[in-house]
């Protein structure tokens, strides 16, 4: 493969749909590499785009408007790093001979719960929780008699918990099937309703796919499990290595090899896995690097960002290794919208040893919105997480 200058005739070029903290490391990984980089989102001064050499700011439901910078940018890979996009525009651009990583189809599926569960329970039979679908009020109501309270609803497309709301008896169905499409992407009102389930701890399994120019070989490869558990539906802190046996490690990768080898493409997936009791649980899967993966920028030799980068572009990634127990927590904001936030007592975080702070540079602020991550390394997993939460505690948004 030949790798031109960026700016330049010959340049790598990747494109980012979605221009968050993920997609932030992702450009600067590509950045390392000589990639030119192009950022889109659908706010302006989102993280990505202060470090892409390009940025666009569009409706990124709009099909038409990504297919018209795509036309235009012509990049060697485009990256979907949120989950609001146009599928269907991804599809089409793919049919032309665009790649995208991991593949259309697997970004499709995964930003849709229903599909992914049909998908796993059904044709994979990988084991889930009992659930079932609804589009109604009453059809909620049968499926949480026939799955039993308490239960869960979501909705059909959404994201970082948004729309997940616990049903404890039938009064309450129809307050919470309203509440949940409130938060649905588009007009689906279709929902899954699933068995509620005591969640001792949970894994992200990262498991991804790249190409063996020396074998010929697609090659699928996981990496040592990352435990987080979550306060309610969205990521606060991880830690890697997992302090789960051995035995629940193999069943756990041995789930997320069996979906992502399914899925296919090239790229890095975040298998989200439940552990209950002596139940290892298939959850969901992100067609991307995985927000608990943030630990890998400090626990891992090559983070989970470099490895997406690299597999979307044909690249090889032989091997990863674990070169510290780690652990990460978020900074949130916990305020109502705040334009040009700062941030104070950083200096007091990065007083204690082996801590680093990542600043998202989000431009605004709202209620639990996530504005930077501490990351830790330690002798332990233990002192790692003891290191994370003490310096997140410091650190405020204001």
Request: with cysteine; charged share 25%.
């Amino acid at each position: 493969m030949e790798i031109g200058t960026p700016l330049f005739e010959g340049a790598k070029k990747v494109l980012l749909l979605g221009s968050g903290e993920l997609g932030k490391e992702m450009a600067i990984e590509a950045q390392r590499m000589g990639i030119e980089v192009i950022a889109v989102d659908r706010y302006d001064l989102a993280p990505a785009m202060h470090v892409a050499h390009r940025k666009y700011v569009v409706d990124m439901m709009n099909g038409n408007a990504i297919k018209a910078i795509v036309r235009r940018e012509n990049p060697d890979a485009i990256i979907a790093e949120i989950e609001a996009i146009n599928t269907d525009a991804l599809i089409e651009l793919e049919s032309y001979g665009y790649r995208i990583a991991p593949n259309a189809n697997a970004v499709k599926i995964c930003m849709n719960r229903i599909e992914l569960r049909k998908l796993a329970a059904e044709k994979l039979k990988l084991p889930t929780t009992k659930y079932a679908f609804a589009e109604n009020v009453e059809e909620v109501r049968k499926a949480c008699k026939d799955i039993g309270y308490p239960c869960l609803i979501k909705p059909e497309m959404s994201s970082s918990g948004h729309g997940h709301v616990l049903i404890n008896k039938d009064e309450e169905a129809e307050d919470a099937y309203r509440e949940s499409i409130s938060h649905a992407r588009g007009k689906s009102r279709r929902v899954i309703v699933e068995e509620f389930v005591k969640v001792d701890t949970e894994l992200t399994v990262l498991t991804y796919r790249y190409y063996s120019s020396s074998t010929g070989n697609i090659v699928t490869k996981t990496i040592e499990p990352i435990e987080h558990k979550r306060p309610s539906y969205y990521y606060v802190e991880s830690w890697h290595p997992s302090t789960v046996s051995q035995k629940v490690k193999d069943e756990a990768k041995g789930i997320a090899t069996k979906i992502v080898e399914e899925l296919g493409g090239f790229g890095i997936y975040g298998v989200e896995i439940l552990i209950s009791g002596n139940r290892v649980l298939f959850s969901e899967v992100a067609p991307r690097p995985h927000d608990t993966g943030l630990v890998t920028l400090v626990s891992s030799d090559i983070n989970e960002f470099q490895i997406h980068i690299r597999s979307a572009l044909g690249l090889p990634t032989p091997e990863v290794k674990l070169v510290s127990p780690a652990a990460s927590h978020v900074i949130l904001a916990q305020s109502d919208e705040i334009w040009g936030p700062k941030f104070i007592n950083v200096e007091r975080a990065l007083e204690i040893p082996g801590v680093q702070v990542r600043l998202f540079g989000k431009p605004s602020t709202y209620n639990k919105r996530r504005m930077g991550v501490v990351l830790a390394t330690g002798n332990s997993v233990e002192e790692a997480i003891e290191k994370v939460r003490k310096a997140s505690s410091m650190i405020l948004v204001k």
